[in-house]
């Protein structure tokens, strides 16, 4: 008889899914998603139905590997682990903790890999990476207005009259919330779209907007200034906002025909959409792409604005949401962080920084759940980056982009097999994740690792306890407010931290305790010249979690969409080389008339390997504030194959 075992998806994800997997003779059977998690509601999406096709992938590597003329050959761990404490241990006693760069990403967003960062920090501190590659400009926008960043409960949705979807594909980022949207138009909400793509989500709205990538500012602006003059605003507004006049400035800079023009979408839409926007309460659902552009930060602080000056803020049905707080109810306090680093990689950038880094240069990289190469802007430069480094860890499950780079690969579990804390970044349920099943034989946790390495490095002591202790450890203040361990083992638990309605009173923990109103434009977005007329628009797939898939979906070359005049010569089916001043690749055409004349879609996450990588074609560039990477300014154009 199979049993059942229950867990929670650590993908970086917002939905954080409780998972029901049947099991049976220590194998995998079915996984599903949990009826009983009131946002999983029984479903999982596409890419992790198909998660056991990854756990049972031959492709899987079950043992460390060791470079040795040029190829890896198979190692014991004792012997890998020896090697990796002797190597740490000369570069430190030679050039300093800061010589070693510890770099972790989003593979998995449990929490207790916080516990790879303090193993890190205590041996060190070493080097870390600053700014966000996923939501760096976005978490700036929102922290300098209103002073933290989360949102009003999920299922506030329900009150609200109108629902912005801006720049939020949710069929495939955030499956999750789209039984939340029906549920609410159900109920008479309107729900709006703004999208330079066309994409699923567009089927589910009443109006669409699809203005020029990174027109959005003048969008903001335009609809704020049919607020003003249509006397929309909150009268009350003005009390709870800093710079409320200079903002009002900013709007009448230019008349409603003018913004509407440099978004590219006709006056009267705009002029529309700012009504339905005005009926409230609204809220604005903020979606992840459209703030990594050069003006990505400013366009956020633009829709803060809205939603301010609008009465949208500290109500329910209202809110500017663009990130539920997931590591909020975790206690990190025990590790420094950024704070306590001794220096700083800036992550878009770091191929270049890495190999720009003196005093001392930087001899070691260690990698926890990540795979740059594919997937940090400039592959080629992070390759290089790493190739050129003494020594270079890589721990995962699969010989990435990255691992390809490493001098020693360590093999760690899935997540179906770890076991961890998960807090949400689309919702407010905390959850519990465990192994489903053991790993193969010899396969360890990062935490399983670090332990080993612990002894070797004088850090026995430090990095000692179960999981369940650690869990322990980061649950010290939730415990106290209720949300204890032994309930999480039960079920997801609401964070017990959170109002359902945030900044309720219109209270905002900045300086002033006011709303900090953007009241000057960030800078504008690069269009696309006639030698490159296309946005390179490389976005999440439902098929695949970043650069997590089977070889299976990496064979033969990426797809790109695009509108049929914008690839003139070519038909629907065409191979062409997808060039841009960085870099190019081979890709086969999709048509299709429903998109804008000056985008070229491709899936995010095509490996390197397969010469299927978007980011090859990609510069390093930093956004407006918050060290976001400006993944999608970059032009690109599609000559055919012939
Ligand atoms: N299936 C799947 N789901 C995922 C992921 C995945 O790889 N695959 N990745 C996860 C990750 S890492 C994250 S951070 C989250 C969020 O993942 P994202 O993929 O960032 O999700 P979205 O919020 O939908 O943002 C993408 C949308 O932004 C739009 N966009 C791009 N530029 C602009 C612009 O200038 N203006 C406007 N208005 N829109 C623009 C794109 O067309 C697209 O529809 O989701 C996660 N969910
Ligand atoms: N061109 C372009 N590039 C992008 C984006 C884009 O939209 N366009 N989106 C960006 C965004 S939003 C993000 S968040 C990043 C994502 O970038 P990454 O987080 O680097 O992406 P993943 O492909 O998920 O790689 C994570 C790796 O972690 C491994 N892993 C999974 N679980 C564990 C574990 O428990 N331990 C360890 N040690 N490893 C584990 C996986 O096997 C995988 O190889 O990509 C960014 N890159
Ligand atoms: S990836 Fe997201 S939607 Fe899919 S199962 Fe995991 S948490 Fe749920
Ligand atoms: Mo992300």
């Known amino acids: 008889m199979p049993s059942t075992v229950r867990t929670t998806c650590n993908r970086d994800c917002p939905d954080a899914c409780g998972i029901v997997a049947e099991v049976e003779n220590g194998r995998i059977l079915r996984i599903g998603g949990d009826p009983d998690h009131p946002v999983t509601r029984g479903f999982l999406c596409e890419r992790t139905n198909r998660f056991l096709e990854r756990q049972y992938d031959p492709d899987r590597v079950t043992t460390p590997l060791l470079r040795r003329n040029g190829g890896f050959v198979p190692v014991g761990w004792d012997e890998a682990l020896d090697l990796a404490a002797e190597r740490m241990l000369a570069f430190r006693a030679e050039s300093g903790p800061a010589s070693i760069f510890h770099y972790r990403s989003g593979g998995t967003l449990g929490v207790l890999k916080y516990a790879c960062d303090y193993f890190f920090e205590r041996f060190g501190p070493v080097t870390t990476k600053r700014g966000d590659i996923c939501s760096g400009a976005g978490d700036a926008a929102q922290e300098t207005d209103f002073g933290l960043e989360d949102s009003n409960d999920l299922f506030d949705l329900l009150n609200s009259r109108t629902i912005v979807l801006w720049g939020k594909n949710v069929f495939a980022s955030s499956i999750h919330t789209l039984p939340v949207l029906r549920e609410a138009k159900a109920r008479g909400a309107r729900l709006l779209f703004v999208d330079p793509v066309w994409n699923r989500t567009a089927t589910l709205c009443d109006r669409i907007l699809r203005p020029r990538p990174g027109g959005d500012f003048a969008l903001a602006m335009g609809t704020a200034r049919v ?163 003494e020594f270079v860890v ?160 990496q064979d033969g070359p990426a797809e790109a969409t695009v509108h049929p005049q914008a690839a003139p010569g070519l038909r629907d089916g065409d191979l062409a080389r997808l060039e841009t001043r960085a870099g190019s690749m081979t890709v086969r055409v999709l048509l299709d008339p429903r998109q804008r004349r000056d985008v070229v879609v491709v899936p995010k996450g095509g490996w390197r390997s397969a010469g299927r990588c978007a980011n090859s074609l990609i510069r390093a560039r930093t956004t407006d504030g918050g060290e976001g990477a400006a993944y999608y300014d970059e032009h690109a154009r599609l000559v055919p194959l012939r």
């Open 227 to 389: 607020l003003f003059e249509e006397e929309r605003t909150d009268p009350e507004a003005p009390g709870y906002c800093d710079r409320f006049e200079a903002f009002r400035s900013l709007a009448f800079s230019r008349s409603v025909e003018e913004w509407a023009g440099r978004a590219d979408v006709a006056p009267e839409e705009l002029a529309g959409f700012a009504r339905e926007y005005g009926e409230g309460p609204s809220a604005i659902l903020v979606g992840w792409g459209m703030q990594r552009r050069a003006n990505g930060s400013g366009t956020i602080r633009a829709l803060d604005a809205l939603g301010a000056i609008s009465g949208n803020l500290g109500v329910p049905g209202g809110g500017v949401s663009f990130y539920f707080k997931r590591r909020g109810a975790f206690d990190t306090s025990f590790i420094g962080g950024l704070r306590a680093a001794p220096r700083s990689i800036c992550e878009p950038l770091l191929g270049p920084e890495v190999l720009a880094a003196e005093d001392p240069p930087i001899r070691m990289v260690w990698v926890t759940a990540g795979n740059p190469v594919a997937m940090l802007p400039e592959s080629e430069t992070v390759a290089r980056a790493l190739e050129t480094r």
């Open 394 to 553: 890589v721990v995962d499950s699969f010989l990435t982009d990255t691992a390809r780079c490493a001098d020693l690969f360590l093999p760690t579990t899935t997540m179906l097999e770890d076991d961890d804390l998960l807090g949400a970044y689309g919702h407010h349920y905390l959850a519990n994740a465990r192994p489903v099943v053991p790993p193969p034989p010899g396969v360890k946790t990062d935490l399983e690792i670090l332990q080993a390495l612990a002894p070797r490095v004088g850090l026995a002591e430090a990095m000692e306890g179960s999981a369940r202790d650690w869990k322990k450890r980061f649950l010290r203040r939730a415990e106290a407010k209720g949300a204890t361990l032994e309930r999480l083992e039960e079920g997801p638990v609401l964070n017990p931290f959170v109002p359902k309605v945030l900044f309720e009173g219109r209270r905002f923990p900045t300086p002033s305790g006011r709303v900090n109103l953007i009241h000057h434009a960030p800078p504008e977005v690069d269009l696309p010249a006639p030698d490159y007329p296309l946005f390179l628009t490389s976005i999440s797939t439902a098929k695949a979690q970043a650069s997590q898939t089977t070889a299976r979906f």
